[in-house]
């Protein structure tokens, strides 16, 4: 009885499983074209992947060859280089760093509709970017950068409108920026520095609302910086330094409200600095050097809060340092050197606890060192030469116990050497000569151990040289001719 239970429940069960098996048949012969596609990409559409792929490979030259070795077989998502979707489409191609050598002409994009990222930065590969590039619709990341392209870049790439990073800097790119740049409405970040750039700065850039980086510097662009490049909001860094771009910053740049990077130098911009410009809270880097402005540096720089470098040298700046400057205490780096500026150094510069370098050489600036300067206790580098200060050396300046070169020269400066610069045990280069200092030289200056330039010329200075100058080991260069020194000969 239990044996023919058993029979009939086995003969149940294969009952069961034939009905199912011609139940996948039917549905595998009349399932849709969709479900197809769902299930995987056709057997044509990985061959031509392919097919485009070994296309391109076999016109690279030999050495491009043997780096792609890997590339061969049925089954490209295997190679080096390449990413897949599950489905088994080719979305990614990345070969940085190859060395291959050769051109993209005969890349069929066409045939890669799926391609997300196309990385090829740090090769050998030149020629003209091709327009057929433009066909990739889904591509998010283009990177050409440090090859050797040429030629104009596409206005056909302007319809990458899923494009989030176009990066072509260090190529052999010439001709304008193109305008349709400005339909990118989801680039995150443009760079295209280190090329031969020219023409105008597009004013569709300013459409460009999703930009966060934006790098044009050593190119030949002329014409003026677009006031619309006000409309950026999502803006974090703008480098457009050595260009050649005329014209008044414009005052649309302080509504920038995230930026943190601005570096406009070595350009020929004119006319004054904006005030606008302190609106700027989060800017950390502010670079205006070399270029022809001129007027005052504006009392609203002291809305900057977060900034750690400021450099406006090599223009023609007037007026006095504000006292607002002092309100940036987050300042490491200050250069207004060679400038017209003139007026007191403001007492408040002694707030900037956090400076490492400051430089205010080649200006008109008057009056006496503040003594608050010896509050700077991190100050490395202090720059007054060339200006027509007056008055006594404060001898707070012994307080900057970092300092390695110190550079009063050329100024108006009387009284005596204080002895607090024996404090100075970093100390490398001393400048103080064309001035008006008198009395001795210090023995305390033989404290300066680490000293290797000592230049004391023409001032007023009287008495014997001190026999502790003969403690600096590492002095490479003396000066204290034209004095009235005596016992020369007392010197070792």
């Keep these: 009885m239990a044996s023919s239970q058993k029979q009939a429940s086995m003969l149940f069960l294969a009952c069961v499983l034939l009905m199912l098996t011609q139940e996948m048949h039917c549905l595998a012969s009349s399932q849709s074209p969709s479900l197809v596609a769902f299930a995987g990409p056709s057997n044509q559409t990985t061959n031509e992947e392919r097919e485009a792929l070994l296309t391109w490979k076999s016109e690279l030259d030999s050495q491009s060859h043997c780096t792609l070795s890997s590339w061969n077989g049925t089954n490209p998502c295997s190679w080096h280089g390449i990413d897949c979707d599950p489905p088994g489409?080719?979305?990614?191609?990345?070969?940085?760093?190859f060395a291959i050598h050769g051109t993209l002409?005969?890349?069929?994009?066409?045939?890669?509709?799926?391609?997300?990222?196309?990385?090829?930065?740090?090769?050998?590969?030149?020629?003209?970017i091709p327009p057929s590039m433009a066909l990739l619709a889904k591509l998010t990341h283009l990177d050409l950068s440090q090859n050797n392209f040429s030629g104009n870049i596409p206005t056909q790439l302007g319809s990458l409108r899923s494009l989030q990073v176009l990066e072509l800097s260090h190529n052999n790119f010439n001709g304008p920026i193109p305008s349709e740049i400005g339909s990118l409405s989801n680039l995150t970040g443009l760079f295209l520095s280190a090329n031969n750039l020219s023409g105008f700065i597009p004013r569709e850039i300013g459409r460009l609302k999703s930009l966060n980086y934006l790098k044009l510097m050593n190119n030949r662009?002329?014409?003026?910086?677009?006031?619309?490049?006000?409309?950026?909001?999502?803006?974090?860094?703008?480098?457009?330094?050595?260009?050649?771009?005329?014209?008044a910053i414009p005052k649309e740049i302080g509504m920038l409200g995230s930026l943190i990077e601005l570096d406009l130098s070595s350009n020929y911009l004119n006319g004054y600095i904006p005030k606008t410009l302190g609106n700027l809270s989060n800017l950390v880097v502010f670079y205006l050097y070399q270029n022809q402005l001129s007027g005052p540096i504006p009392l609203e720089v002291g809305g900057m809060r977060s900034l750690i470098c400021f450099r406006l040298p090599l223009n023609d700046l007037t007026g006095p340092i504000p006292s607002s400057i002092g309100k940036l205490s987050n300042l490491n780096y200050v250069s207004l050197r060679m400038n017209k500026l003139s007026g007191p150094i403001p007492s408040s510069i002694g707030n900037l606890s956090n400076l490492n370098v400051l430089r205010l050489f080649?200006?008109?600036?008057?009056?006496?060192?503040?003594?608050?300067?010896?509050?700077?206790?991190?100050?490395?580098?202090?720059?007054?030469?060339?200006?027509?200060?007056?008055?006594?050396?404060?001898?707070?300046?012994?307080?900057?116990?970092?300092?390695?070169?110190?550079?009063?020269?050329?100024?108006?400066?009387?009284?005596?050497?204080?002895?607090?610069?024996?404090?100075?045990?970093?100390?490398?280069?001393?400048?103080?000569?064309?001035?008006?200092?008198?009395?001795?030289?210090?023995?305390?200056?033989?404290?300066?151990?680490?000293?290797?330039?000592?230049?004391?010329y023409e001032n007023e200075l009287s008495g014997p040289i001190p026999s502790s100058i003969g403690n600096l080991s590492n002095l490479q260069y003396l000066s204290l001719d034209t004095n009235e020194l005596s016992g020369l000969s007392s010197y070792p």
């Design 362 to 456: 080649k200006n008109k600036l008057s009056g006496p060192i503040p003594s608050s300067m010896g509050n700077l206790c991190n100050l490395k580098t202090l720059q007054l030469n060339f200006n027509e200060l007056s008055g006594p050396i404060p001898s707070s300046i012994g307080n900057l116990s970092n300092l390695k070169t110190l550079r009063l020269n050329t100024n108006e400066l009387s009284g005596l050497i204080p002895s607090s610069i024996g404090n100075l045990s970093n100390l490398k280069t001393l400048w103080l000569n064309i001035n008006e200092l008198s009395g001795p030289i210090p023995s305390s200056i033989g404290n300066l151990s680490n000293l290797n330039l000592l230049d004391l």
């Design 105 to 128: 002409r005969h890349l069929n994009f066409s045939l890669l509709p799926h391609l997300v990222t196309l990385k090829l930065a740090n090769n050998s590969l030149f020629g003209n």
């Design 89 to 97: 489409s080719i979305v990614s191609l990345n070969l940085l760093d």
């Design 221 to 247: 662009i002329t014409g003026p910086v677009p006031s619309s490049i006000g409309n950026m909001s999502s803006l974090i860094e703008m480098r457009l330094c050595n260009n050649q771009l005329v014209g």
